[in-house]
């Protein structure tokens, strides 16, 4: 068995956002959910988009396992690789890769993407997470 290093983000916040949401009421949480899982399909999109590629394995196991991203045949690669997680009934989603050089590649060891691309993308979507679930709540509660 090979250990290999998970590099995952969590949008922060979200224990707040359900504690707000317990006050609005039943109506609130899945109307939140879909923000959430909006706002994370939005981040796995970026973060697909802006990884490096050398054989296509760190992008296909970002978030949901993608075959079709993988542009070379790698006998390592696998669904195994990829990590999403839904937990408190889709208001906190984890999404990462269990591909062992993931955080190298964050860290700027290819020119394709620059240090910190995937903290950057993190950072944009709990801005809009914030602004989406604000709208929400003022859609339902006026």
């Known amino acids: 068995m090979v250990a290999t290093q998970t590099?995952?983000?969590?949008?922060?916040g979200a224990d707040d956002v359900i504690?707000?949401?317990?006050r609005a009421g039943r109506?609130?949480?899945?109307?939140?959910?879909?923000?959430?899982?909006?706002?994370?399909f939005g981040l796995e999109r970026r973060i697909k988009n802006?990884?490096?590629?050398?054989?296509?394995?760190?992008?296909?196991?970002?978030?949901?396992?993608?075959?079709?991203?993988?542009?070379?045949p790698d006998p390592s690669a696998?669904?195994?690789?990829?990590h999403w997680v839904e937990h408190?009934?889709?208001?906190?989603?984890?999404?990462?890769?269990?591909?062992?050089y993931i955080q190298a590649l964050n860290d700027g060891h290819s020119q394709q993407a620059p240090?910190?691309?995937i903290d950057k993308a993190v950072a944009w979507a709990q801005r809009i997470l914030v602004?989406?679930?604000?709208?929400?709540?003022?859609?339902l509660f006026g």
């Open 27 to 40: 109506d609130a949480k899945p109307e939140a959910a879909k923000v959430v899982r909006s706002v994370s």
């Open 115 to 117: 240090a910190g691309f």
């Open 19 to 22: 504690r707000d949401l317990e």
């Open 88 to 100: 408190s009934g889709g208001l906190t989603i984890e999404q990462g890769s269990n591909v062992e």
């Open 50 to 72: 802006e990884m490096p590629v050398d054989k296509g394995r760190a992008r296909a196991s970002w978030g949901h396992w993608t075959q079709g991203d993988l542009v070379k």
């Open 7 to 12: 590099i995952s983000h969590r949008v922060e």
């Open 131 to 139: 602004d989406e679930v604000d709208r929400m709540l003022k859609r």
């Open 78 to 82: 696998s669904e195994i690789d990829a």
